[in-house]
T-cell receptor
Framework: AQSVAQPEDQVNVAEGNPLTVKCTYS??????LFWYVQYPNRGLQFLLK????DNLVKGSYGFEAEFNKSQTSFHLKKPSALVSDSALYFC??????????????WGLGTSLAVNP | ETGVTQTPRHLVMGMTNKKSLKCEQH?????MYWYKQSAKKPLELMFV???????ENNSVPSRFSPECPNSSHLFLHLHTLQPEDSALYLC?????????????FGAGTRLSVL
């Protein structure tokens, strides 16, 4: 079965330190992978995607993610965290089963808290 | 501003009321989506429309009735809801190619059913 796992409900990091939010996936074929961020009382905002090409993908607000096929992971990273990065982060993978090509399979989300 | 506008932002309704949620996308996308977001649960896809045609209905109760009059507008009509339907309802849109299926979300409607 296709799935996405975000193993950490919450990640805490000090401002200025690097941050990592983890995501692993299980999907047939080559994955389309996405990261979204949700600020309080807002909808989800697209951060970055991996479809093909370089394993290191750069996105909005200084975020990047590394695709690792052997570990079926797509971890979100940022070299230096800001307090304003505090939000809920979602990993998603495109459903590759027949007839569902617009459907995304979502992780449960990871709450990131960046402390001043 | 993502180009997807949802109204109202907040809605309180009784179990016998009828109300509608509205979504409009200004991005020229072909697909539109309704999601339900509840605390501690995965994002639940409710309906998908492609060029006004419904392509997915994820076993959503009939008290939720979607309407897509054109590829820019999407409605969710609500009637005789239950308290467990209280949630954040999100609308999204996407473009197949070259949009790479990236979904763009509105800010959501926070629904409370009393």
């Amino acid at each position: 079965a296709q799935s996405v796992a975000q193993p950490e409900d919450q990640v805490n990091v000090a401002e200025g330190n690097p941050l990592t939010v983890k995501c692993t996936y299980s999907v047939s074929g080559n994955p389309y992978l996405f990261w979204y961020v949700q600020y309080p009382n807002r909808g989800l905002q697209f951060l970055l995607k991996y479809i093909t090409g370089d394993n290191l993908v750069k996105g909005s607000y200084g975020f990047e993610a590394e695709f690792n096929k052997s570990q079926t992971s797509f971890h979100l990273k940022k070299p230096s965290a800001l307090v304003s990065d505090s939000a809920l982060y979602f990993c998603a993978v495109r459903d590759m089963s027949a007839g569902n090509n617009r459907k995304l399979i979502w992780g449960l989300g990871t709450s990131l808290a960046v402390n001043p | 501003e993502t180009g997807v506008t949802q109204t109202p932002r907040h809605l309180v309704m009784g179990m016998t009321n009828k109300k509608s949620l509205k979504c409009e996308q200004h991005l020229g996308h072909n697909a539109m989506y309704w999601y339900k977001q509840s605390a501690k649960k995965p994002l639940e896809l409710m309906f998908v429309y492609n060029f006004k045609e419904q392509t997915e209905n994820n076993s959503v109760p009939s008290r939720f009735s979607p309407e897509c009059p054109n590829s820019s507008h999407l409605f969710l009509h609500l009637h005789t809801l239950q308290p467990e339907d209280s949630a954040l309802y999100l609308c999204a849109s996407s473009q197949d190619w070259p949009g790479a299926f990236i979904q763009y979300f509105g800010a959501g409607t926070r629904l409370s059913v009393l």
